[in-house]
Structure formats: C-alpha cells, structure tokens
C-alpha cells in the first residue's frame, strides 16, 4: 500500500512568488492535515480538509490557504511569499475525520523562499 | 505562547538502558496525548498515546505517562536500542464534542540519540 506522497519534495521560491503543494493521501483516507515546521519549531497545524471540504486552520494568515479534490488528494498554496514561510511542509491523512491516532505523514516538501 | 514543551532540544542514552522523554503542557483543555518519532528525510510516525482519563498506558518497550495535575507526561522507552535514535515529537489535542478533533498541537522535539 502506497504511503502519503508529497510533492515536490523540494522547492525554491522568490519572496513574493506562490507556491503549490501537493498531497496523495492513503488509498481509501477521506481525511488531510497540513502541518509547516520552521527551523526550531515544532509542528504547527495549517488545514484540516475532510471529504472535500475544509474544516478547521491553525493561526495562519489568508495567504495559506489550500483544497481537497474528489480523490482526496489535496494542495496547498502560500501566495505572497515570505521570507519566514521557509520550513518544512508535512501533510498527514487518516482513515476517519479528526481521528489523530490514525495519521499518517508524509515525508514532506522542503519550502525555501529566498 | 507555545502550548506544549520539549525542553530538552537533545539527549544521550546508552544501548540497553532507560531513555526518558518529557513534555509539558499548559492548556487543560487537552485531553489527548501522543508521541511521534521522526527519522531524517521521514514523517513522523506515530508511537503511542494517552487519554486524559489514564495516567500510563504501555505498548512493549514503550510507556507513556501522564501527570494531569502537573500537565506533565513521560515517554519511556526500556530497553533502549540504537533504532531508537529519532527526533521524538509529543503532541496533545482537544476533542470537541461536535464529534472530529482540532489539529494537533506539537512540541518541538527532542533528539534521543542511543550510544553503543
């Protein structure tokens, strides 16, 4: 069984640009999370999309903002690119909506703006 | 305000013996608990949890526990093993009663590193 796939694994932007990313979640999970991890910092939850719809954000600005597509597939977009937007970027599905024993992650898409 | 907290960046622990992890946390409103493990290039992947109800739960050679009065929880892993080398991540998560869950709130991580 395919794991949760991200793509691409890297990215190098400009401040200013935007930027797509992109998620596969496990055949048969409804439920993707997007999570930013920044240099020194833990997680820090982005998303939450289940069955085509979103259903809750952390604390972050309009800029990042994202979609799940019929197939459960998902991206994310961050308009405007900042300098401080640099980090890791993983994305996680589970089987069931908010079931967070479930997730599975992603190996992540490395984000540099520069 | 960082809601939950790793504050040992790192640790050292010999093959064979006990590796403890902590973390803290300020919101009561948590009541779920769980710990992560993520090797380089990797996602995390999950280890094992806690619900706010228990104070220990176990799983072979890994036991989490949990202190609600102290917001504290544990990880304990016995016997240490060099696969065990990873960047462990405890994160918590409120459940509402609407049913679903918010995202889960992490801590940064410690880095346990098992010496031969």
């Known amino acids: 069984e395919a794991g949760v796939t991200q793509s691409p694994t890297h990215l190098i932007k400009t401040r200013g640009q935007q930027a797509t990313l992109r998620c596969s979640p496990i055949?048969?999970?409804?439920?993707v999370y997007w999570y930013q991890q920044a240099l020194g910092l833990g997680l820090q939850f982005l998303l939450w999309?289940?069955?085509?719809?979103?259903?809750n954000r952390g604390n972050f600005p309009p800029r990042f903002s994202g979609r799940q597509f019929p197939n459960y597939s998902s991206e994310l977009n961050v308009n405007a690119l900042e300098l401080e937007d640099s980090a890791l970027y993983l994305c996680?599905?589970?089987?069931?909506?908010?079931?967070?024993?479930?997730?599975?992650f992603g190996s992540g898409t490395r984000l540099t703006v520069v | 305000d960082q809601q939950v907290k790793q504050n040992s960046p790192s640790l050292s622990v010999q093959e064979g013996r006990i590796s403890i992890l902590n973390c803290d946390y300020t919101?009561?409103?948590?009541?779920?608990f769980l710990w992560y493990k993520k090797y380089p290039a990797e996602g995390p992947t999950f280890l094992i949890s806690?619900?706010?109800?228990?104070d220990k739960n176990e799983d072979g050679r890994f036991t989490v526990f949990l202190n609600k009065s102290a917001k504290h929880l544990s990880l304990h892993i016995v016997p240490s093993q060099p696969g065990d080398s990873a960047v462990y991540f405890c994160?918590?998560?409120?459940?509402?009663?609407?049913?679903?869950?918010?995202?889960?709130?992490f801590g940064k991580g410690t880095h346990l590193i098992i010496q031969p």
């Open positions: 996680a599905s589970s089987l069931e909506m908010g079931i967070t024993d479930g997730y599975t």
């Open positions: 055949s048969g999970h409804t439920s």
């Open positions: 999309y289940d069955e085509g719809e979103e259903r």
């Open positions: 919101n009561s409103m948590f009541d779920y």
């Open positions: 806690i619900s706010s109800i228990k």
């Open positions: 994160a918590a998560r409120i459940e509402y009663s609407g049913g679903g869950a918010d995202g889960l709130t």
